[in-house]
């Protein structure tokens, strides 16, 4: 994983917020969100048709809105406030965005039932990710989600351990520990 790379791993609200390191933006081109995309595609159970999609401009906007949105909402839940009205009903209108509709079709031998979202691709990634949001929101864990305790992240992670301090022990808990030596090594 690269220093400039995105932290994923985490749920994928988290991943979404993760986009925007201390340093920069990682989606500030449909390109970017592209990639981003391709980073979960494992992912994709619930969104196969999104793999191949062209987003535009206002598809990326959508989701830096949804975004930022999520940050705040996340930031009040872990103090234990009150999130702002109005980003909890743009995250409800996000998920209504594409509804979800029962496709009837023939296989061969049954008549068979499949999800499908209603919309173009930038509405039904927003949904996608709005929904995400909501399952974590209403997940008893959000209230254990943390930040990256070293001094120059913000990467938020939901710790599988109760004793884990940073996002990536490999990104930022090794520069800790390299750092932490560094000051042990001049003092003495």
Known sequence: MSESGPLIGEPLALDLVNTRPVAGDLLTTPGHLRAWLGSQADRFTDAWDLRDAEFTAADLAAVRDLRERTARVLDHVRAGTRPPAADLEALNQAQRAAPAVGALSWNGEAITAARRRDGTPGSR??????EAVAGLLVNP????IRQCEAADCVMLF???????RWCSAARCGNRVRVARHYQRRKTV
Do not use: C, N, S
């Not at 864990?141 to 254990?144: C, T």
């Not at 939901?158 to 884990?164: E, G, V």
């Open 125 to 130: 990634l927003t949904t996608w990710l709005a």
């Open 141 to 144: 864990d959000v209230a254990k």
């Open 158 to 164: 939901l710790p599988a351990h109760p004793r884990r």
